[in-house]
């Protein structure tokens, strides 16, 4: 009997299946697909935070040559009703946020349709503005739920009495500011409507959820609309699901038959167009010994979400699970303001939430006496404090002294200032971090021809991380 001997695929140094066109520039973005003639889409957007349009005149963008199409609220397709309320544009008069759409322009060349855009005349009916994010608002409310289905807040033992108790306290209210995505390739979208299919070339990091999301929007079968992005040019969660720019150039295409609408989101417009990080108001209390063993921790945010559609951050959730203590609090709270709606971020809601508990931890190793890797080492827990579950693996104690080992820890000067090294002051420090790890179905499809060629269908994207090269060396190595 001869042992079968499996090639080794996994692992081994290979070039990216995408890199030579990608150096060459040869890779076909969002932007770069033409399957038929192609027109350029550029959007009219509101210049009021909010209020209505009384008016909206498109009659000297339509007299300018090469304009083909304009779309505002009165004449715009009606779409499906949506959860998702970001999508449903131009389906009223109302103005929710500054730079919202409201209207679109298509012409023969981008310029033209970027020209005819700034002729269209809108007047407003502008109402009171509430954009100021206050820990102090008494308008402040609990979201069903926060981002990733975590629970709004959690609490074990009691948190006030302990926190008293402890010989050592700590409290303190940390901010972080709005952040933006701006990925190297901005977000596009190529739009053919043809034989009453649905074609759309997208810089979206989900094909199936462009398609689950947009075919009932629209009023289509899922089998209506097929969603290509074969190559995206980053993402960090803002390309994680589709904005309303997808939802406007797919609208003008289905007035268009047979033309590629071309919608490329400026620089500009996707800082109010595809998400923002909320900016956040962590309050954070830590109760300890002397030791600087943990018995109260607490952490209570306060974001901001959009008055069009509600999104909230999950940015206390990594305090429920990092240091070890009997007594425990964890709250979110928004302010409904009349901003543009935030979504994910790299790290949404944790990426905040471990600045703030963090930075407490090495507040409170001051106040100890204690070095902050000590500290978190004697708050280290082989137990989920949130569920009380053991972890299957946990290995942070591990980080630590590996880190500290190969920084120079023990060379590090407590006091800010001390080190120079010419002009620079030289600073040591440390954090932890968290990621929660998401799990969600998938599929893929494997075939196996008489030739012996075996083909992986699957609907995943990448966006760089070199998901086309791993897939067929884990399918060349498993077959």
Known sequence: M???????????????????????????????????ERVHLHPVQATIARGRIASIDTSAA???????????????????SSDDTEMLILQ??????????????????????????????????????????????????????????HETDTASGDVDAAF??????LEQTYTTPMEHNNPMEPHTTVALWQEEHLTLWDSIQGAHTAQSALAPLLGLEPEQLRVLAPF??????????????????????????????????????????????????????????????????????VEQTARLYEFAEQTAAPTRTMYAAPHRRTTHRLATLDVPVPFWMRAPGECPGMHALEVAMDELAIACELDPIELRVRNDTAIDPDTGLPFTHRDLVGCLRLGAERFGWSKRVAQPGQVRDGRWLVGMGVS????????????????????????????????????????????????
């Open 2 to 36: 001869t042992d079968m001997i499996t090639p080794r695929a996994m692992g081994t140094d290979r070039a990216r299946h995408d890199a030579v066109a990608k150096v060459t520039g040869t890779a076909p973005y969002a932007a770069d697909h033409e399957q038929a």
């Open 62 to 80: 339509e007299a300018l040559d090469g304009v083909i199409l304009t779309l505002t609220h009165l004449d715009a397709p009606r779409l499906a």
């Open 92 to 149: 009223s008069d109302e103005v929710a946020f500054r730079g919202q759409l409201i209207g679109a322009v298509v012409a023969r060349t981008s310029e033209t349709a970027r020209e005819a855009a700034s002729l269209v005349k809108v007047t407003y009916e502008e109402q009171p503005v509430d954009a100021t994010l206050s820990a102090e608002r008494d308008d402040l409310y609990a979201p069903d739920e926060v981002n990733a289905g």
């Open 164 to 169: 008293e108790a402890a010989e050592v306290r």
């Open 232 to 301: 995206v040019g980053g993402g960090f969660g803002s390309k994680g699901k589709p904005h309303s720019h997808e939802v406007l150039a797919a609208m003008a295409a289905m007035r268009l038959p047979g033309l590629s609408v071309s919608f490329c989101v400026t620089r500009q417009q996707m800082f109010t167009l595809t998400g923002y990080r909320t900016p956040t108001i962590s309050r954070v209390r830590l109760g300890s010994d002397r030791q600087g063993r943990l018995s109260a921790i607490s952490h209570d945010v």
């Open 432 to 479: 932890a971090g968290f990621r929660n790890n998401l799990l969600q179905k998938s599929g893929a499809r494997v075939r196996l021809d008489g030739r012996g060629i075996v083909t992986v269908e699957t609907d995943m994207t990448d966006i760089g991380t070199g998901t086309y090269t791993i897939i067929p060396q884990t399918a060349a190595e498993m077959m």
